[in-house]
């Protein structure tokens, strides 16, 4: 319940109910929440205080608004931790979710000059571009460009481009997979963007630029990433 004599603030306590009830399933995914008058009666609470917990529960992801509709718990974010190197397809397997793609397009081209430096090729090599929407249990989480070597990993096609790349790698090709560099930065959807994934021009975005190495140190992936931050986090755990 509120307690309106503790020192934090009643829209903070009413933010953490909320957020239990969601954790706990009283609050089931895609559910209508009750209206800002009806928590504001039930708390005895403004409806001014009502709308700022639900304003910063919209802003962190935990609730949607739909307009002409009302207010919904949103699904669960898929959580990545930094640690360890998986592909999509296997980040998802392992959380139980079934990966898809759908392939919006795949080119051979000569790189370019800052795709040739970061995989360390010469300037119009050969690559593969790559561009598809990665899902999880039919819900498109990021649109994905991939640049990949030829030379070094030979005999992709539109038809095995949407499986386990690492797979194919490791399984085909035989060859060893040791690390990848990743960056990560916050943006907002433009309207290609927004179309592709299925959310609001103006919504939050992680940008990623992702290279991956071979075993001997040879870069054979740069991916640039658009992910939706209203369904996927990343996690890091740092140690002193």
Not at 43 to 72: D, P, W
Not at 191 to 198: F, I, M, Q, T
Not at 217 to 230: H, I, M, Q
Request: avoid cysteine.
């Amino acid at each position: 319940m509120i307690n309106k004599n503790s020192p934090i603030p009643i829209y903070h306590q009413l933010e953490e109910i909320i957020k239990q009830q969601i954790n706990n399933g009283s609050l089931e995914e895609e559910a209508l929440i009750p209206s800002e008058r009806e928590y504001a009666q039930t708390f005895h609470i403004s409806r001014m205080t009502v709308r700022q917990a639900i304003n910063n529960l919209v802003s962190e992801g935990y609730l949607k608004r739909q307009k002409g509709r009302g207010t919904f718990v949103n699904k669960k974010k898929v959580e990545q931790e930094l640690l360890g190197m998986t592909s999509f397809t296997e980040d998802m397997l392992s959380r139980g979710m079934q990966p898809s793609s759908n392939l919006l397009s795949f080119q051979i081209i000569p790189a370019v000059n800052k795709v040739a430096q970061k995989l360390r090729i010469n300037e119009n090599s050969a690559v593969y571009k790559i561009k598809r929407i990665r899902l999880a249990d039919g819900t498109p989480l990021a649109l994905e460009t991939a640049y990949i070597p030829i030379e070094i990993v030979p005999g992709l096609t539109e038809e095995n481009s949407n499986l386990s790349l690492y797979q194919y790698i490791e399984e085909n090709l035989l060859l060893s997979i040791s690390e990848a560099t990743q960056e990560i930065e916050a943006s907002i959807a433009d309207r290609h963007v927004s179309e592709g994934l299925a959310i609001q021009e103006g919504d939050p975005i992680l940008l990623i630029e992702r290279i991956s190495y071979l075993a001997n140190g040879t870069p054979f992936e740069l991916v640039k990433s658009t992910f939706r931050a209203d369904r996927y986090r990343f996690i890091h755990t740092m140690k002193r």
